[in-house]
């Protein structure tokens, strides 16, 4: 590959030297010692190549299982093979490549170096390009997740039931096949079910209206037993004052005769005597007694 490169980048150097007529006596001085280079650097490229094969191999198979046994390694692994590759290019390769240059033009040796750099630059951009498609891809494959991931579980959840009765019904029905059930017997099966259900479901409606209708009649009881315990007729009214207060105040009869006869004094009315005000538990209602009168 190497070789390829430089071949490429001095033939290209050649072409452009080889466009004017007055430099034909370099152009062909560069191309003998292009020559020259590529016959003595041919041994040592395949050297090189072979010895870069044979690593790769090596590397893959120590590193292959643990690569694949340990796969956040992999990279480590990888960077290892690169790093020994790279230390067998610098130690057998890099030498060779240097003379070689050296023995180049100073122009060529330009012509060159611009080529390489023009070189390392497209694949550094094919990197990034790389990478940056990379990155999509798994940014797409993660939204795709994402937004399918809901979708698979809800359709899991909802074929679940159906699986599990198509996996009843397939039961049932091999079961049936292998007893030698009739059609008849099925149909009658099935109307003695659909018939429980429907007694079951007549019966848990009866026993709600049932709790609905003793709820009631433990209210209107209640209620009944409160008027009963606490009837209005038996609550006293709480003692006037202003009355007792008129009767102190009242004038006194006159004193004299009415047609020659002595007039007598009435009788004192009989008035209660003013009592401690009531407490506020004497407006509660009180147990009727029946020796007191009314």
């Known amino acids: 590959m190497i070789c390829n490169q430089v071949e490429r980048c001095i033939t290209d150097a050649t072409q452009q030297n080889g466009r004017t007529e007055e430099e034909k006596p370099v152009t062909h001085a560069a191309r003998e010692t292009a020559d020259r280079t590529k016959e003595a650097l041919a041994p040592y490229a395949a050297g090189a190549r072979d010895t870069a094969v044979h690593l790769a191999q090596e590397a893959r198979d120590r590193f292959g299982p643990a690569v694949e046994a340990l796969g956040p390694k992999a990279r480590s692994g990888a960077a290892e093979a690169t790093r020994g590759a790279r230390v067998q290019y610098a130690k057998h390769l890099a030498p060779q490549l240097e003379q070689a240059f050296a023995a180049l033009p100073p122009q060529t040796q330009a012509q060159t170096l611009k080529a390489v750099h023009r070189a ?15 990155e999509g891809a798994r940014t797409a494959a993660d939204q795709a997740r994402a937004g399918l991931a809901p979708r698979v579980g809800a359709a899991q959840a909802a074929l679940a039931p159906v699986a599990l ?25 099935a109307d003695r079910n659909a018939r429980r259900e429907q007694r079951r ?51 006194a009869a006159p004193a004299g ?4 006869s002595a007039a007598t004094e009435p009788a004192p009315e009989e008035h209660p005597e003013p009592g401690p005000p009531p407490k506020p538990q004497d407006d509660r209602p009180k147990p009727h007694d029946p020796r007191k009168p009314h």
């Open 257 to 260: 005769s009415v047609n020659g």
């Open 165 to 189: 009765q198509a996996q009843q019904r397939g039961s049932a029905a091999l079961t049936a096949l292998q007893g030698h059930v009739s059609a008849a017997e099925i149909s009658e099966l």
């Open 120 to 134: 390392q630059e497209a694949a550094l951009a094919a990197k990034h390009s790389a990478g940056r498609a990379a």
């Open 201 to 251: 479901h007549r019966r848990g409606t009866g026993l709600a209206v049932a709790g609905l209708l003793a709820i009631g009649a433990g209210l209107a009881a209640w209620q009944w037993w409160r008027r009963q315990s606490s009837p209005e007729w038996l609550v006293e009214p709480p003692a006037s004052i202003g009355t007792t207060d008129t009767a102190t105040e009242a004038p």
